[in-house]
């Protein structure tokens, strides 16, 4: 199995003392209702690790073998999870329903960052999570169905919710 090599690789240790940093930031915010500091904050690199180079090269990267070091960390995973579930939950998505959140609060609503939902639905596939990418693909193919556009820095993003097949594979 591929594992990141890189020099400029975090290292599993530091990506899950990251994630679990965030994830206490994101369980504190949700419990204040304050969504819009999800929407506002930047953690995409570490909540949703891809096996893409990003706006950090391959620091936050993760391959097939990295990603089987961490799912052996059941902490990790929960965290891994619950941040998912929370992210889509700023968006007003119930991740487990596949469905609109009932009641969301203010602040629970789409934003238009289009590259956050993809890293989020590519970051669950390559965790092995189908039922949660089947949930964001809804969530994606809802929003397209209402004019969104999933386009970031001129990349159509919308490959991954209506063909599954990765046009740039290996980048």
Same mark, same amino acid.
């Given at each position: 199995?591929?594992?990141?090599?890189?020099?400029?690789?975090?290292?599993?240790?530091?990506?899950?003392? %990251?994630?679990?940093?965030?994830? %206490?930031?994101?369980?504190?915010?949700?419990?204040?209702?304050?969504?819009?500091?999800?929407?506002?904050?930047?953690?995409?690199?570490?909540?949703?690790?891809?096996?893409?180079?990003?706006?950090?090269?391959?620091?936050?990267?993760?391959?097939?073998?990295?990603?089987?070091?961490?799912?052996?960390?059941?902490?990790?995973?929960?965290?891994?999870?619950?941040?998912?579930?929370?992210?889509?939950?700023?968006?007003?998505?119930?991740?487990?329903?596949?469905?609109?959140?009932?009641?969301?609060?203010?602040?629970?609503?789409?934003?238009?960052?289009?590259?956050?939902?993809?890293?989020?639905?590519?970051?669950?596939?390559?965790?092995?999570?189908?039922?949660?990418?089947?949930?964001?693909?809804?969530?994606?193919?809802?929003?397209?169905?209402?004019?969104?556009?999933?386009?970031?820095?001129?990349?159509?993003?919308?490959?991954?919710?209506?063909?599954?097949?990765?046009?740039?594979?290996?980048?």
């Amino acid at each position: 199995m591929r594992q990141n090599t890189s020099p400029d690789f975090v290292g599993l240790e530091q990506l899950k003392q %990251t994630h679990a940093g965030q994830i %206490t930031q994101f369980e504190d915010w949700a419990a204040r209702g304050d969504w819009e500091r999800f929407h506002s904050s930047h953690y995409d690199w570490w909540v949703f690790p891809i096996h893409k180079q990003s706006g950090y090269g391959l620091a936050w990267t993760v391959y097939d073998g990295d990603v089987a070091g961490l799912k052996q960390d059941a902490g990790f995973m929960q965290r891994y999870l619950r941040g998912v579930e929370l992210v889509a939950a700023s968006w007003g998505w119930d991740l487990l329903k596949a469905s609109d959140l009932a009641n969301p609060q203010p602040g629970q609503s789409w934003q238009h960052w289009p590259v956050r939902l993809f890293k989020a639905a590519l970051s669950v596939k390559l965790f092995g999570y189908e039922d949660l990418f089947e949930s964001l693909k809804a969530y994606a193919l809802n929003l397209m169905a209402k004019g969104e556009r999933m386009e970031f820095n001129g990349h159509d993003l919308g490959w991954l919710f209506t063909t599954g097949i990765d046009p740039f594979p290996g980048r």
